[in-house]
């Protein structure tokens, strides 16, 4: 069992940058795949972004790519996502996710933060 925490959500305007963190505690950090995802009101919680283990492998969804970066410190026990140009569409709730498999499918994801919201204004 791992315990997820996220923070550094907030509220800013657009074109600004955030950096979202998700502590880790409870088993090995460094044995999971980390995943970002985010849920706007009426949608679907879709992926944001994953890395691997040893954080070599990483993915982005195409409607982040270029503009926000995930990265890990398995010293730390912590994954962030680094939200650079942020655009109103970002608006969302981004939870922190955690799988013994790289892989972008939220379904598959066995432990999960609760979530921390961000709010882009224009």
């Known amino acids: 069992q791992v315990q997820l925490v996220e923070s550094g959500g907030g509220l800013v305007q657009a074109g600004a940058s955030l950096t979202l963190s998700c502590a880790a505690s409870g088993r090995t950090f460094s044995s999971y795949a980390m995943g970002w995802f985010r849920q706007a009101p009426g949608k679907e919680r879709e992926f944001v972004a994953a890395i691997s283990r040893n954080g070599i492998r990483i993915v982005y969804a195409d409607s982040v790519k270029g503009r926000f970066t995930i990265s890990r410190d398995n010293a730390k026990n912590t994954v962030y996502l680094q939200m650079n140009s942020l655009k109103s569409e970002d608006t969302a709730s981004y939870f922190c996710?955690?799988?013994?498999?790289?892989?972008?499918?939220?379904?598959?994801?066995?432990?999960w933060g609760q979530g921390t919201q961000v709010t882009v204004s224009s």
């Open positions: 996710a955690a799988n013994d498999q790289f892989i972008t499918s939220a379904v598959h994801y066995d432990y």
